[in-house]
């Protein structure tokens, strides 16, 4: 094998990923109640929202430990590449980086790099399925890297949730200003910044509104979209993910369209109902 690539589990895989061999998932973990969820194929997504809404206590979750990763860069491939969630969300990037140096102290020098995703869900997916690409195309380490993180600085992440509530609980909101009125059913559109904070784009009355708004915004700020994969998560709303993607193949035609259902750290963050779209 080549090329490796690892992945938190906060950026779902589709099927071929799972089975080409040269993905692998970094789980991070979920407490809710009093319950220990480990985010991997293992992960109840009714489950786990019915424990959500049943607990009081806001769920936390952990990200893998250096030493996962570590043990993740000891293989056969060449070229090692992990892809986490943002750096400004999440210490999966930090815990990457260090498993990297304990890896050249335990076993010495090897070609591994990690990519801060400043995105993530299908932001992480997308950002796996370029490097793979890359590689596939027989380009150097170097060139990878290269190619790869000038693809993270073209992408935009937009998304709509029915509540902000464990976003705000987790201090994953700071330096917002906007208050939403829940009380008003007032929708933001959000987004990520250049940097992988979270910002508030827009807001609408009601969710369907806010999702056309979204929609209106992702084409006014598309360009070359015939060259780029649209991917769209969701959090247990299939049919309102494919009303996200009928509106947008009708106004822009894009490479491929890709809907995943949230993983086990997507579907904490995005909560029943969410909807992530990467393009």
């Given at each position: 094998m080549k090329y490796k690539i690892i992945v938190d589990s906060c950026g779902e895989l589709t099927d071929k990923m799972k089975s080409s061999g040269c993905f692998e998932t970094a789980s991070l973990s979920i407490e809710v109640g009093g319950h220990h969820i480990i985010d991997d194929d293992t992960f109840d997504q009714a489950d786990f929202l019915r424990r959500v809404a049943e607990c009081e206590e806001c769920p936390?979750?952990?990200c893998p430990s250096p030493e996962r990763y570590m043990e993740g860069y000891h293989c056969d491939a060449e070229h090692v590449y992990a892809v986490t969630?943002?750096?400004?969300?999440?210490?999966?990037?930090?815990?990457?980086v260090l498993g990297k140096n304990l890896y050249h102290e335990e076993y010495g020098e090897k070609d591994i790099y990690i990519f801060?995703?400043?995105s993530a869900s299908v932001g992480e997916t997308l950002?796996?399925?370029k490097i793979a690409e890359c590689e596939e195309a027989g380009m150097s380490?170097?060139?990878?890297?290269?190619?790869?993180?000038?693809?993270?600085a073209s992408k935009n992440t937009y998304f709509v949730l029915e509540t902000l509530d464990i976003l705000k609980k987790n201090g994953r909101l700071k330096g917002l200003k906007a208050v939403v009125a829940t009380a008003l059913n007032i929708k933001p559109v959000m987004g990520a910044t250049p940097e992988g904070t979270i910002r508030q784009i827009s807001q609408a009355r009601g969710i369907k509104k806010a999702l056309v708004k979204m929609a209106d915004e992702i084409v006014n700020n598309l360009k070359e979209s015939?060259?780029?994969?649209?991917?769209?998560?969701?959090?247990?709303?299939?049919e309102r993910a494919e009303a996200v993607k009928e509106m947008l193949v009708s106004k822009a035609v894009f490479k491929d369209v890709i809907i995943l259902d949230?993983?086990?750290?997507?579907?904490?963050?995005?909560?029943?109902?969410?909807?992530?779209?990467v393009v």
């Open positions: 936390k979750s952990s969630l943002s750096a400004e969300l999440s210490g999966s990037y930090n815990s990457a801060n995703s400043r950002i796996a399925m380490f170097r060139e990878v890297i290269d190619t790869v993180e000038a693809y993270i015939e060259q780029k994969i649209l991917a769209i998560s969701h959090c247990n709303c299939r949230t993983a086990g750290i997507s579907s904490m963050y995005a909560a029943d109902g969410g909807i992530i779209v």
